[in-house]
């Protein structure tokens, strides 16, 4: 194969977006469905809402140190090459999930797909930021981030069916399916993503040292303050995510079995509403869309904390407007991340932002879990955790604008390398 540098055609570009989406929407899905499966796993295991927010976490928290294992190598390797093996061991863990016996089996099984999981999601973005310019990349983080609406569609409700009436393993045999399936897909499809190389290679003595890059990452204030940002990013969100099910089923009255309704409904919404959200942020400014966005949020996220027993249809209501402004916060915020960082330490800058993302995450879940209990069949406490959620979010508006993006400025024209 011979290679060449030149950017890529729209209609590849496209092509490269829908496969990095499907990758998403495959781990994203593995990730959602621990949350709305969280009454039947709890009843099948006999266990508590802490030893739940444990499953949760137990994904997060590997993934978290696989990232931090992966910035040390991740600029060192082709991306499609890398990228491919990560997810082909990620469908073996959950499948590993689907097979599992016990809670403590389930346990190891969901850190070890954390642990390829994790790497996924930043491996996509950090490919985005390789590919697509400044200009355009609130628009492909839309369309990437569409996986999340899509496996709230499609993904989660189907999941929770098959739960519901073939148990809840059928849900991890699904997902390993469908990512054998993008597993040849990627292969077939997606073009060997050279470009990040002859920059990283620059110093020999340099470059053979595992830390090095690590290093720059890490010595830079502007790196340190977007890893910050995404921090905010987590505890703003994943303190109230994980027990939205549970909360609806304990406290609102929604039965498990109308419970994808909310799914479904708000994932139609977000399909839409997430690639126009970053329409916006190329139009409008990516920190200024983020502010609003942000602030908007404020309020599905206070409701959905403490609503009282209410009909069906306004609970979904509730749940579609949530799933629209919180989630959907993170299209101007990758894109603001993304772009904080130079190309040539763009993986393992995004790598290490996958640690901290999944890490953050993780002790979101667990610090809502701690927060909150059942009492007489009720959960408590939930309330708090909202306003703890608010919170982070008011800081991460006020900390927004500390970070400068690479590219804000146009800069002389790059290209992308690419292997035919």
């Known amino acids: 194969m011979s290679a060449v540098a030149l950017p890529l055609d729209p209609a590849r570009e496209k092509l490269l977006l829908i496969v990095l989406a499907g990758i998403q929407f495959a781990h994203i899905v593995d990730f959602m469905i621990m949350m709305p499966l969280g009454p039947i796993l709890m009843r099948e295991f006999g266990i508590d809402a802490q030893q739940f927010g444990l499953l949760v976490s137990a994904y997060t928290f590997t993934a978290g140190a696989a990232g ?146 690590m290093r720059d990452v890490l010595c830079n204030a502007n790196h340190l303050r977007a890893l910050a940002f995404m921090a905010l990013m987590m505890l703003a969100g994943f303190t109230v995510i994980p027990y939205i099910t549970i909360y609806a089923t304990a406290n609102v009255g929604i039965r498990q079995e109308d419970i994808p309704l909310m799914y479904l409904a708000g994932g139609c919404a977000t399909f839409f509403t997430a690639r126009w959200i970053g329409r916006l942020a190329d139009r409008h400014g990516k920190v200024r869309v983020f502010r609003i966005v942000s602030l908007a949020a404020l309020v599905p996220l206070f409701v959905q904390t403490h609503l009282p027993p209410v009909p069906l249809w ?94 804000a400025v146009p800069p002389a024209p790059t290209s992308t390398q690419i292997v035919h």
């Open 314 to 407: 306004l609970m979904v209501a509730c749940a579609t407007v949530f799933f629209i402004l919180v989630p959907g916060r993170m299209v101007p915020a990758m894109a603001i991340i993304t772009s904080a960082v130079e190309p040539r330490l763009r993986g393992t800058f995004m790598s290490l932002n996958g640690a901290v993302q999944n890490l953050f995450s993780g002790l979101a879940a667990y610090l809502g879990g701690l927060m909150i209990a059942m009492e007489d069949g009720r959960l408590v406490g939930y309330g708090t955790v909202g306003f703890l959620a608010m919170g982070a979010t008011v800081l991460a508006v006020l900390f927004v604008d500390r970070i400068r993006m690479e590219g």
């Open 68 to 213: 931090v294992l992966a910035a040390m190598i991740v600029d060192r390797f082709e991306r499609k090459r890398l990228l491919l093996t990560i997810f082909a061991l990620f469908a073996l863990a959950t499948l590993f999930c689907g097979l599992a016996p016990g809670y403590v089996t389930l346990l190891a099984a969901r850190s070890f797909a954390g642990a390829f999981g994790g790497v996924l999601g930043s491996m996509v973005h950090t490919i985005v930021g390789d590919v697509i310019p400044f200009e355009r990349r609130g628009r492909a983080a839309g369309v990437v981030m569409s996986a999340f609406s899509l496996s709230t569609v499609a993904g989660v409700p189907t999941s929770l069916f098959l739960a519901n009436h073939f148990g809840w393993r059928s849900p991890f045999f699904l997902i390993a399916g469908l990512a054998l399936v993008l597993l040849l897909v990627g292969l077939a499809q997606l073009p060997a993503l050279r470009g990040h190389l002859p920059a990283a290679v620059i110093d020999e003595e340099e470059r053979a040292h595992p830390l090095a890059a």
